[in-house]
């Protein structure tokens, strides 16, 4: 998968992170739609249909207080207090029959005495109490004076509203539902099923039909249509712009990939030819330079010199040395540069490598009369590692110390948590200011220009940071100025 994507051209890089991003955008969204918006949709919609429900109540207590008026104009009609003072019962049924047929709705209208016997009425209702319509019928009445003495009860003109009328009441919206509750259990009003999914609203109606409430429910899923749509949108959205921005990511890769590959390949063609150029050059050049330091070893120790011939063909074997030492590095940077350096991994006992390190610069230190001491304290001793490159390192940073001080101390460390190692030297030489510290790593830059020191490169610390990640660390230069001394750090692993 690592090989996959780091094959992969830049322009599907960049799609993918963008695709990826915009996922994540749309995601988000929609779970904020859905726990967010819903809650406030939904309380929405129910203040709507507590609405809608006040408006239906007002609608049957509108049609339920007609009924009431009808019955109470009816019974302060003076003819039909005549009609039952002459005791003709034909004329009152009649116009009884006539009103209930104008008001529909299957309503009965009866003429009762005062002690609420039926006494005029279709036959077989006559003599019944009015009580014995009270399951199947809702009351409205008003009672009947005689208009010669308006303190004379002559009985109660009574309408009778069918239950079953109030079971059919209902929303043109198929998917809201509108009944009536009574207080108790009501044969004609069975227990209405409630749906988990639905918004339900009720409202009690105390004219009329005390006690009695009025629901209306609403399915969610209708209530959350709107919100479906929503995301719909976003969907929708979402795949449109990816379509487009996956064509001008094309687009974009052939006008620029194309070129940046080019230039890419003529690039690795340069590196190809400059490693070629420094193999080929630094091996012409050790050549004769080998044949130099070879002829001016010999004649060095070859009797017929003096002293003062010994004195030049030192000073050429020492610039000899130098300039190859030069040439070794830039070649050696030059890989570095290039990925062609690949640590080798082998079993090291680190403490054994250190006594290797020592025995090549302890002549440097002897050299200079200044103290050497050595801590090391390690939890193990064995690493895997390319010990050529592990040496190179070390050695640099404590040739360095060396190098740049001429009085004093040099403190080597070397300890470990885990899997990391830590080597550190510390001298008290003369230092670096903080100006340059930036640079420290930069190839060729050399901190120091003193009449003390020679031979320097400017390279050999660029070198030490590059192989140093090579073996999976860093290294660290620190120093509190000029004259304060350096602390050099190497931190590396086992492979």
Do not use: C
């Not at 403490?351 to 050299?367: A, G, M, N, R, T």
Request: hydrophobic residues 45%; positive net charge; without cysteine.
């Amino acid at each position: 998968m690592k090989i996959f994507w780091r094959n992969l051209p830049i322009a599907y890089k960049i799609f993918i992170a963008i695709l990826l991003f915009l996922t994540t955008i749309e995601i988000i969204a929609t779970a904020y739609v859905w726990q967010f918006e819903t809650k406030v949709l939904l309380t929405k919609e129910k203040q709507n249909l507590k609405r809608e429900l006040n408006s239906y109540k007002e609608r049957l207590i509108t049609h339920l207080d007609m009924l009431q008026k009808e019955i109470n104009f009816l019974a302060k009609l003076e003819i039909m207090d005549d009609i039952i003072a002459k005791d003709i019962d034909q004329r009152i049924l009649t116009l009884l029959e006539r009103k209930s047929a104008d008001l529909g709705e299957n309503i009965l209208m009866l003429f009762s005495d005062n002690n609420d016997t039926i006494r005029i009425a279709k036959k077989g209702y006559i003599g019944l109490p009015i009580k014995a319509f009270k399951s199947h019928y809702l009351f409205f009445h008003s009672t009947v004076f005689a208009s010669f003495d308006k303190n004379k009860k002559l009985g109660k003109l009574w309408l009778l509203y069918p239950y079953k009328n109030l079971q059919h009441i209902k929303t043109n919206n198929i998917a809201k539902s509108l009944w009536l509750q009574p207080p108790v259990q009501f044969l004609l009003f069975p227990q209405h099923p409630i749906n988990k999914d639905a918004l339900v609203v009720s409202m009690k109606i105390e004219k009329f039909l005390p006690n009695w409430s009025l629901n209306l429910s609403y399915l969610k899923s209708e209530a959350l249509k709107s919100l479906k749509n929503i995301e719909s949108v976003q969907l929708y959205t979402f795949f449109i712009t990816t379509f487009l921005m996956a064509i001008v990511i094309f687009i974009l890769s052939k006008k620029l990939t194309l070129p940046l590959l080019e230039v890419l390949k003529n690039s690795e063609k340069e590196l190809e030819a400059k490693e070629t150029f420094l193999s080929t050059i630094s091996h012409e050049l050790r050549t004769p330079l080998g044949s130099i330091l070879n002829l001016t070893q010999h004649l060095t120790i070859s009797r017929n010199a003096d002293d003062k011939s010994r004195k030049m063909l030192h000073g050429i074997e020492t610039s000899a040395q130098h300039l190859l030492a030069m040439i070794n590095n830039i070649l050696q940077l030059s890989k570095l540069e290039a990925k062609s350096v690949i640590a080798q991994k082998e079993e090291i006992n680190i403490e054994d490598l250190l006594d290797e390190i020592l025995e090549i610069v302890k002549p440097l230190i002897d050299d200079k009369s200044i103290a050497f001491e050595k801590k090391i304290s390690l939890t193990s001793t064995h690493i895997v590692s390319d010990s050529n490159l592990l040496k190179q390192v070390m050695i640099n940073i404590l040739s360095n110390a060396v190098k740049y001080t001429h009085h004093g101390k040099i403190t080597l460390t070397l300890t470990n948590k885990d899997n990391q190692y830590l080597f550190s030297v510390k001298d008290t030489g003369i230092g670096i200011s903080k100006e340059k510290q930036k640079q420290l790593f930069t190839p060729f830059f050399q901190a120091h220009h003193t009449k003390h020191v020679h031979n320097s490169s400017g390279l050999g610390l660029a070198l030490s940071q590059k192989v140093a990640k090579l073996l999976g660390g860093k290294v660290v230069i620190k120093s509190e100025g000029k004259n304060q001394g350096t602390l050099a750090i190497f931190v590396f692993k086992s492979l």
